[in-house]
């Protein structure tokens, strides 16, 4: 059988993470992907949905916080026991 070569741009860590997912299936990164490409010639397009999550508010509102903190927005809290983060949880 003729095959040919397809190079792509990807991160490692989702290299990597993708290598071990589809190796637990016993496929390779190749496999994977011409599976990919045979069931979307298939079904004619994207075999699976494309969409936006979403997010109820609370987990919105979540989301934007630790983005705030993780650009130095807001600060981040931190405690000196796991009690002292307990007794702050029930206070919430």
Known sequence: MKTD????RID????TQAEETFGSFGLSLSDA???FFHKAIMVGGMPF????PR??????A???????ILAGAIPSKSYAS?????ADLEND
């Open 33 to 35: 992907v011409n599976i």
């Open 12 to 15: 490692p860590e989702v290299k």
């Open 5 to 8: 070569t397809l190079s792509m």
């Open 62 to 68: 979540a989301i934007k916080e630790g983005r705030a």
């Open 49 to 52: 949905k494309i969409r936006q």
């Open 55 to 60: 997010y109820n508010a609370e987990t919105e």
């Open 82 to 86: 796991f009690s002292e983060l307990l």
